[in-house]
């Protein structure tokens, strides 16, 4: 076996064989503390061997401040001139420890650490944890609510859709759909900002419900999203479905056959443009989804030209869904009324005592409610990249002890090697840009 | 699979997770142990050495067919002990099948002296990662994992962060990187000089 990130020329310098990213740096055990020696890293690396016809592969590094990572990501190639021969993804730059945090914070609190990891659509993380947390402590939420996180699900997802588009197109070159997808963008995040204050940490849900009601214009302008997005979303399919540049750069790019998605665990869009049209809101249906009519659409070919398509189709599937969701938006409460497991509504906190006590209680530690020892759960909901699953375990205390999160970022880009090795530097591009990988929900 | 070799997508009899366990003891007999708490999903927990074939069991077996590997974690019960896990791991594998659409989730004991257990990856590619982060986050060795590196953290991290020992805030890890700085001048002083003053 021989090694990817560090050619030979390093090693002699490296103790203990460590990786690139450490090049030329000495452990000091007895110390504990990690020493870099003084020589420099160099900046090219050739291999030593070399073909039949004497030429050399390089080895390139690629991020972690790169544009087309969007993110930081870091790619390290191996090229034969400009072909890939060997890929290794290095990842972990935005790794903050979230489910280290979630063992220390009280099941409500970890809902502000999910905003922070797909944050092109936090509204979907919310309500994917706040299912979890309900499955496990048995809550059936109201109606109303139910119907407001379907709606906001969608919105969200839309959202999330609509600016890889963008990106997609902004690494093909094609900034001006880039800018309008951001612009447009904006008119769901000003839904988003009247529904919970903020833009892109939402916090919006909680456990049993939501923190509050919608206001009172919600409808009107859900209603004014839905006569505007059509559009929009023929305006991008226009500009790039026969674009030359285009096409000729996405098609037949990252080639993923549908066997091999289902082995990588590859979710969301990228799966069904496989040709693999599962949807975990058809097979395990949350929220209500079963009573909604939908597709699932799918493509065949599986490249990068495929998940374009793909992201396009589900869009208006969303919309779909929006409007009939808006339909059965009746008045009622959006929480659990049972303040004994749940938090109660803010406006009466502070307005009745007894509800400022079952406010303490909850908030307390050792005083509110838990789930029972041991009790354990898996939930997954379809967010925008694919399955989100929450692995929640008790211990009978108000804080979970252990949450795993299943993001769907990081099995998707598990495949990224397999994709981009065989094809051009400008390929891993285009594949890059085309499986959406958001490093927030990666790293975690 | 179907001929194609598309994996089939709905059209299957979901089984119940109780189901799943009958079929598993039918054919390992008391090697598979049910776990979860009375009135929530049960498990199997299955013992280290008999993991793999239950697994390949679970995949092939056409009622069952779980051809898609969710996700690979572990959990450190050194605080949360519980009889039937009776180790310090538990490595969970969440298996979902996309033709029947039921899911199932499998346990297996694991001890902090010996943390092996055979990879997972010749029957799912998703294992790669999983237990790459697995390995990662709890020291667990994967035998036949033919990339066992670690996946968030720097390869020459000390720790294993999810560990139940592991304090939250790090063991001082954060300040032995040196950083990079241009002229090599000690990192407060570029700080200091790279902003104005206010």
């Not at chain 1, 949807?279 to 490249?303: C, I, N, T």
Request: charged fraction near 25%.
């Amino acid at each position: 076996m021989k090694r990817v990130a560090v050619p030979s020329i390093v090693e002699s310098d490296t103790a203990q064989g460590e990786g690139g990213r450490t090049a030329g740096a000495a452990v000091d055990a007895s110390a504990g503390r990690v020493q870099l020696s003084e020589s420099p890293e160099p900046r090219i690396f050739l291999s030593e061997e070399e073909d039949e016809f004497g030429g050399k592969q390089m080895i390139l590094n690629m991020g972690p401040q790169h544009p087309a990572t969007h993110g930081t990501l870091r790619v390290i190639l191996k090229l034969d001139g400009e072909r890939i021969v060997d890929v290794d993804p290095e990842i972990g730059f935005l790794h903050t420890g979230f489910e280290k945090l979630g063992e220390h914070l009280s099941y409500t609190q970890f809902i502000t650490v999910t905003d922070r990891m797909n944050y092109l659509s936090a509204i979907n993380n919310n309500v994917g944890y706040a299912i979890a947390v309900e499955a496990l402590l048995g809550i059936q939420v109201p109606e109303r609510a139910q119907v407001l996180r379907v709606i906001m699900s969608e919105i969200s997802r839309v959202a999330d859709h609509v600016l890889c588009l963008g990106l997609q197109a902004m690494d093909m070159g094609a900034f001006s759909i880039m800018l309008w997808a951001f612009e447009k963008r904006e008119k769901i995040y000003d839904i988003i900002e009247a529904i919970c204050g903020s833009r892109l940490t939402t916090s919006w849900t909680r456990v049993g419900g939501l923190f509050r009601d919608v206001p009172e214009d919600f409808p009107a302008m859900v209603r004014q999203f839905l006569a505007d997005f059509p559009g929009v979303i023929d305006e991008i399919e226009t500009m790039l479905r026969g674009n030359r540049i285009f096409e000729e750069r996405v098609k037949g790019t990252g080639i993923l056959p549908a066997a091999e998605a289902v082995s990588y665990g590859i979710t969301g869009p990228c799966l069904r443009a496989s040709g693999v049209p599962y949807d975990v809101r058809k097979a395990l249906p949350y929220s209500g989804y079963e009573s909604y009519d939908f597709e699932v659409p799918f493509q065949a070919e599986g490249d990068s030209w495929a998940r374009f398509l793909q992201r396009i189709a589900e869009c208006r599937q969303s919309l779909r869904i929006v409007e009939q969701a808006l339909k059965r938006l009746h008045a009622g409460p959006v929480n659990v009324s049972d303040t004994k497991r749940v938090l109660p509504d803010k406006a009466s906190v502070y307005q009745n005592i007894e509800s400022l006590i079952h406010h303490f209680k909850q908030i307390m530690l050792g005083h509110g409610s838990a789930p029972p020892r041991g009790a354990e759960v898996y939930s997954c909901t379809e967010s925008p990249n694919g399955e989100l699953g929450f692995y929640i375990v008790s211990d009978g205390e108000m804080n979970p002890y252990r949450v795993r999160v299943r993001p769907p970022s990081m099995y998707n880009y598990g495949v990224f090697t397999r994709l981009a090795r065989g094809g051009m530097v400008s390929d891993a591009v285009a594949v890059l840009s085309s499986l959406n990988i958001i490093a927030g929900e990666l790293d975690r | 699979m179907s001929p194609s070799g598309a994996p089939q997508v709905g059209g299957g009899i979901p089984l119940a997770p109780a189901a799943i366990i009958d079929r598993l003891k039918g054919r390992f007999g008391d090697k598979i142990r049910s776990g979860g708490l009375p009135g929530k999903t049960p498990h199997a927990i299955v013992p280290r050495e008999h993991v793999m074939p239950i697994l390949a069991f679970l995949r092939d077996e056409p009622e069952l067919s779980f051809d898609f590997l969710a996700d690979v974690t572990a959990v450190d019960h050194a605080i949360l002990e519980l009889a039937e896990i009776g180790e310090r791991f538990a490595v969970v594998y969440q298996l979902c099948s996309l033709r029947h659409s039921h899911r199932f989730e499998v346990k297996t004991a694991v001890s902090e002296d010996d943390p092996r257990l055979p990879s997972a990856c010749d029957l799912w590619k998703s294992a790669l990662w999983g237990e790459r982060e697995t390995h990662d986050m709890f020291g667990i060795e994967f035998e036949g994992n033919p990339d066992l590196r670690r996946l968030l953290m720097p390869e020459n991290y000390p720790g294993f962060p999810l560990r139940k020992d592991y304090p939250l805030r790090g063991r001082g890890e954060r300040d032995s990187f040196r950083q990079y700085r241009p002229g090599g001048a000690p990192a407060v002083e570029a700080d200091r000089q790279a902003r104005p003053a206010v």
